[in-house]
């Protein structure tokens, strides 16, 4: 895909669909020769405090899922009490969905940057942009496959290479009439809704054509179908029988109509269909506690691989309806300018910061009241309600999240109050796969074998040990070097040119980074 795009939309894109007052970056004295990193004084300062935020809430979240198998990710622990409880719902709340969708937007708005410095260098752009999303995939890989299968920066590069095909494709003469920031936010906002739109259709499809008496058998028997299919689950353990061998092949039953079936007979038959797929989770998740509770790193990196190939059939489908939306939105901010002129633009900030805020936490706490009861686990309708409007508070509350920062940060009180957050965020990739790097160490078994063992409410303490230790280091580090380690490995690749690392002692931190 990325040599496909360098060969044959090189020639496209310099004609840009970035006006030029859009942004204001380097101004050019004599004709360039190379593309070089985004000046310090060329940089959005609030991109880094919010990366700084984003990356402490990406920690928040990503914690647990080295001390549990990940087959539970996103679920709600029901079973949690006291500190544990409040720090799980803590992060369900205010963290989970809502860092990983604040990182896709500066994703977008640093490659609005970036673009509109080659187009007014008059230089190429989608050579240099695709070295840096295929480098980016291989450190995903990487990281997947060497730390944590829950790696997004693969997700991110092929977001990126649609970002970049999209930017493209409104080049094409036929696309003008939509290459313009309103038909791009559009756009972005149209894709965003269509999971709404399908599960609030398919909702009040079923609330249509079910009367309240048949939702109530259909719960009752749900009920008795969990009964009785962890009965069968708890029966076969103790006889030593394989639920899941036949599992995957085919069923003379196959195509049975459960509605000609009495409610005894239809619990009866979706109980035993339960109870393989209990069963089969139960397996895939013994066989990751068993691949990361061993003292092999090598087979807990045989596992990861594993599953990160396994993982990416579903990539571009994902990264086209969860990813795309919010790149382009947050391209859509540089594009109009919002994010380069914000004293022109505060009441846009402070309507997402006073609305996206209280809002947000409202429907969030809503929604996980919901999940805490246990009808949201028995009654698919009412899980799939909790979760489309959970998906929904993420978004308001990560725009929330973004008016409020862009506030703070216009403010000398509030830049104090966040500031401090900048040095993380300009070595958020470096400081993201060091938090991999530290929890695989912690929880797996070829380090300290933590594995399961560390409860909701500790594992906020190890957070902020965490935090606290990489603003120390990522402060000295940028004292004295232009880059974070990652991402000057990143950057060389990006640019093909071995970019200087430490500072010139007699300059100031003028001169050193890219958005």
Partial sequence: MVSYITIHLQGHLMSAVLPSDSIEVATRTSPPTSLTPLAFSERIAVMDVLRGFALIGILMMNIEWFNRPIVFLGQFDRSLLGYDYMAEWFVKVLVEGKFYKLFSLLFGMGFAVMLTRAQQKELPFVAMFSRRMLALFVIGLLHASLLWTGDILRDYAITGMLLLGYVVLLRKPRMHRVSTPGATLKFSLGLMS??????????????????????QQQWQERLATEKSADAIVAKAKVDGVDLTANKDKDKEDEDVDTDAMTSAERVKYLAQERAESKAERNKNEQKEIAAFTQPDFWVASAYRTGESIEELKDALFASFFALLPLFLVGYWL??????????????????MAWVGVPVGFAINAAVVTIQAHPASKDVMMIGNAAGGLFQFGQIVLCAGYLGLFVCLMQSRIGRRLVGWLAPLGRMALSNYLTHSLVLSLLFYGYGFGQFGQISRGPQMLIVAAIIAAQWVFSTLWLRHFRYGPMEWVWRSITYWKVQPLRLDRERPLAAVQEA
């Fill in 194 to 215: 269509i999971p709404f739109v399908f599960m609030m259709s398919f909702g009040s499809y079923y609330a249509m054509t079910h009367v309240t008496a048949k939702m």
């Fill in 334 to 351: 540089v594009w109009t300018g919002k994010l380069r002129h914000i004293d022109q633009h505060m009441s846009l900030f402070r309507t």
